[in-house]
């Protein structure tokens, strides 16, 4: 546009318009020559773009924008000989020299320094280095400073260029052999700048076209300029449901993506105990701990290449019992006549509503003849002296997690800083630590609930289908003396049994009643009921809705890939088959969770959890542990990734 209005032929059109008069004016009182103007600017935008080249953000839009510059010189400039031409026929050293320094400029003011090139010191692992594009794990190269100012150059010489080209008037100041000549006249006693007089508006149909340019051009940069940030990700879940080792499966899996690129974080040593085929040791999930083994994991990562995410994907570990604290926020009515009032402002169901209609309240479970999501499924008699049921009073506000003098974070940054302080503390508070973890939850763009298969496992015990490696037993495998339980198995033709004193098999093993028949399962017991965290997560999904992304994930999933074996009549299907996956997330929807717990079916059928995204390791071991102290083994040799699912899971975390 601005070659348009600058060439045109006078007298037709008044080609000198104020724009080109100043800047000729200054170049000739500069003495400086005009292939100047072409080489300076033309230069220092190069500079400028090529900065886009070393931003991990904005590689490849880097690349468009060069190969856009390339295809403009080619196919517009060439043809209607604009500054290509003169930049070519006017070609000096002393020009492309000054073309080279501003090119230098462009890059310095873009921000890329000499230090982005350091090449590690030898044996030096660049973990408190400054970033470096030759250290593609460190945290990613940004340089937000160079898709700004490029959005603002294109933006002043649209509006330049436009005017210039489109609106024909007669400029007040005229570039004469001695100089600027400003035209005046008299207002009153004294004399001012004639103003200027538009003569015409020039449209039509190049005019049309400007426009249409113009519009793509500055939403292309301007969609250049922002960086896609703060996608917060969180996962809950109950206790020891594998919420460690899937985040050192999911960091495995990352470092594999092409798309992606994790960053260095604390929980490094998770990845490598999963790479070595070992599940992660407590000891070792990461640096921030306290408050009762309290434990924050932080991952974040870069996902996509030509429109990459920067990704925070936090959880925590905590004692058994705190899951329900986290989360009562967004489930606990105080109930009426209460004095405290919710932190975030929410109106959110009662712990005895957030049930079937208040029938039972989120501790309690269905009593025997009540029919639970299916005409297989009968009854789930859980053990009432269970130690990790909660007799709480769903209107008891003594124990309530919030109160006035709550004040929650401002921020997820807010709430992830003042985590990681209190846990970083001599003395952290078990409080403090829950109501920061609760804002997390309140902040977060997508929360991940963790649903422990092994809390689902007696559907298929019942069918026979059960791993080795899993302790669960029907009533006819389990015999009860005076103080002395024994349970046999059968392995291999081999018939073992293991003898529990009763407090032990009371403290290990689950009691539950499916079909009319006696099963009892190891699990930890410290771990809320699935009837209650499922009414926790139904009730999240209820005050939140649309706002977040929701996410349900079986972790221990491999306790179901020969169940659905046996269901195909295909011993050698795989589950992590792209193709195969979706009918076994389908498997376990369908054929084991809602077989033994309706709830399951209440919470899946909201509108924002439409399916499962179950995660897990193939194990190698063929029996189960011998005591607390022993661990599975991790076939490593598995692909894509050790951690079965991921992909899908990162896929839909991401996308």
Known sequence: MLAIAWTRPEPTYPSWGVTRILVRSVLEGANIPPQVFFYVPTGFV??????????????RQGIIVLVGMLLLSVLVLVPFGVLIGPLLSGFTLAGGLL?????????????????????????????DRSWSILNPKQRPLEFDTAPRLLLEIAFWACVVGFIDAHVIYDPPIRATGNGLLVSMMASGPFSIPEPFVVEQVVIGQWGLLHLAGIVMLLLGLDALRIYEVNRNVLMLGPARSGKSAAFGGLHE???????????????????????????????????????????????????????????????????????????????????????????????VLGQAAATDGGRTTSGETERSGVDQGGEDAEVIDEDEDDPGRSQRDPHQTETSQYSTSYTPAGSWDDAVYGLKTELGSADPEMTTVIQRISDMVYYADTLILVVPLDDFIVPIAARGNEPSYVEVYDEDEVTFGSDVVTATTEVDGERISTEYTDVEFQR???????????????????????NQYLDWYRSLVSVFGGDKTFVMVPTMSDLAVDDMRAAEGNSRIDPGRRDVYPDFAAHIEDEVLKKQSQKVDQVIGEPHIPGLYPI????????????????????????????????????????
């Open 46 to 59: 190069v500079g400028l773009s090529l900065v886009l080249l070393f931003d991990d953000f904005k590689r």
């Open 99 to 127: 073309g080279l320094v501003a090119l230098g400029v462009g890059l310095a003011v873009g921000g890329l320094r000499p230090k982005h090139f350091a090449l590690p010191e030898r044996g030096e692992i660049h973990r």
């Open 253 to 347: 899996a990352l470092d594999r993506f092409e798309e992606s690129n994790t960053m260095q974080w604390q929980g490094d040593a998770l990845r490598d105990a999963i790479s070595e085929g070992r599940f992660p040791d407590p000891n070792e999930v990461g640096r921030f701990e306290g408050a009762a083994g309290t434990r924050y994991l932080h991952m974040p990562y870069v996902w996509g290449k030509l429109f990459p995410k920067r990704v925070s994907f936090d959880t925590v570990d905590y004692p058994g019992e705190s899951l329900e604290r986290i989360l009562r926020p967004f489930y606990d009515d105080p109930g009426p006549g209460a004095t405290n009032t919710n932190p975030y402002g929410l109106s």
């Open 508 to 530: 290990r093993f689950t009691a539950l009643r499916y079909q009319g028949k006696s099963y009892y399962s190891r699990r930890p017991e410290t771990r809320a009921r699935p």
């Open 616 to 655: 897990w390791y193939t194990i190698v071991d063929d029996r189960a542990p011998e005591d607390d102290d022993e661990d599975l083994s991790i076939d490593t040799s598995v692909r894509p990734t050790i951690l079965n699912g991921a992909e899908q899971l990162l896929k839909k975390v991401n996308w």
